[in-house]
């Protein structure tokens, strides 16, 4: 009497072998290095929180550096960050363009520094027609329609810090 696979154990074997196929792929997958784009948007959450590192932006924003503290040496990295504008707000509670200056005689159009303590530069930023607000501490970046706007954002903080407490309430 000659005896066979019944079409269940076939089908078993076939799940194993393809759970062990699967689980093997998306380990491989994920154990490769994965390109992180800088983007306004994402700038701060591309540091790790005890990172000091600094990103410095030149020609129009087409390229892009970081620097580790302490470090004279510029990485390139990928970004895919527009040409700008960047805002600081006085203390009239005024925006103000900033000037970042020049690098190697090319002009920065953006300098965005994140420090030890999960602090990070206080920015405005203007990019294609929006304005994202990048807070100094543990918030995250917001997009707004109008400067204004990005600037009342800005000084809510500053308000909330003067008025006996009430920020930590």
Same mark, same amino acid.
């Given at each position: 009497?000659?005896?066979?696979? $019944?079409?269940?154990?076939l089908? =078993?074997?076939?799940? @194993? ?9 998306s !380990?491989?997958?994920?154990s490769a290095?994965k390109?992180?784009?800088?983007? @306004?948007?994402?700038?701060?959450k591309?540091?790790? /929180? ?5 990103? @410095? ?13 302490? /470090?004279?040496?510029?990485?390139? #990295?990928?970004s895919? =960050? $527009? &040409?700008?504008k960047?805002? @600081?707000?006085d203390?009239?509670?005024? &925006? ?11 002009? #920065?159009?953006l300098?965005? #520094?994140?420090?030890s303590?999960g602090?990070s /530069?206080?920015? =405005?930023?203007? /990019? ?6 990048? &807070?100094?501490f543990?918030?995250k970046?917001? $997009? ?10 800005? !000084?809510?903080? $500053?308000?909330?810090l003067?008025?006996?407490g009430?920020?930590?309430?």
């Amino acid at each position: 009497m000659k005896r066979a696979f $019944s079409l269940i154990e076939l089908l =078993i074997v076939i799940a @194993i072998i393809s759970l062990f196929g699967f689980l093997a792929f998306s !380990t491989l997958k994920t154990s490769a290095q994965k390109q992180v784009i800088y983007k @306004i948007s994402n700038l701060k959450k591309l540091f790790k /929180s005890t990172e000091h590192k600094e990103l @410095i932006c030149i020609d129009k924003c087409k390229k892009c550096y970081a620097r580790d503290e302490g /470090s004279e040496k510029l990485s390139e #990295i990928k970004s895919d =960050i $527009s &040409p700008l504008k960047a805002y @600081i707000v006085d203390k009239d509670d005024n &925006p103000r363009k900033i000037d970042f200056g020049k690098y190697d005689d090319h002009h #920065i159009c953006l300098r965005f #520094i994140h420090y030890s303590n999960g602090s990070s /530069s206080q920015l =405005i930023v203007e /990019s294609n027609g929006k304005f994202f607000y990048l &807070p100094s501490f543990f918030g995250k970046t917001e $997009s707004f329609d109008s400067l204004d706007e990005a600037t009342k954002e800005w !000084t809510k903080d $500053s308000r909330l810090l003067t008025d006996q407490g009430n920020y930590y309430r």
